[in-house]
Nanobody
């Protein structure tokens, strides 16, 4: 079955950390640029970060720059999002997605999506 499965979400206090995983099955993730997106209640889906096929290039939204780190392990067919210094405004459902186009966090360039994992940051 061809799919992307996100995991690692949960509830954490402000200032805490989480690491999200995006594992691909049924296809070779290395052939794709992978992005992370999030959607908070009542808001649109926004780009968070993206990583090139070989992991050598990355891009981040201004809101997470310096706090989040995207990486990938192509041998494990998995992309990660390390989230540190979490804030209540980071609360959202986080999705990973793939594109064969450029390195971007524009959601309209992505055509295959996972089901999402919930991240809640609250005291």
């Amino acid at each position: 079955q061809v799919q992307l499965v996100e995991s690692g979400g949960g509830s954490v206090q402000p200032g805490g950390s989480l690491r999200l995983s995006c594992e691909a099955s049924g296809f070779v993730l290395e052939r794709n640029i992978v992005g992370w997106f999030r959607q908070a209640p009542g808001k649109g889906r926004e780009g968070v970060s993206a990583i090139s096929r070989d992991g050598g290039s990355t891009v981040y939204a201004d809101s997470v720059q310096g706090r989040f780190t995207i990486s990938r392990d192509n041998a494990k067919n998995t992309v990660y999002l390390q989230m540190n210094s979490l804030k209540p405004e980071d609360t959202a459902v986080y999705y990973c997605a793939t594109t064969i186009y450029g390195l971007t966090i524009n959601r309209n360039e992505y055509d295959f999506w996972g089901q999402g994992t919930q991240v809640t940051v609250s005291s």
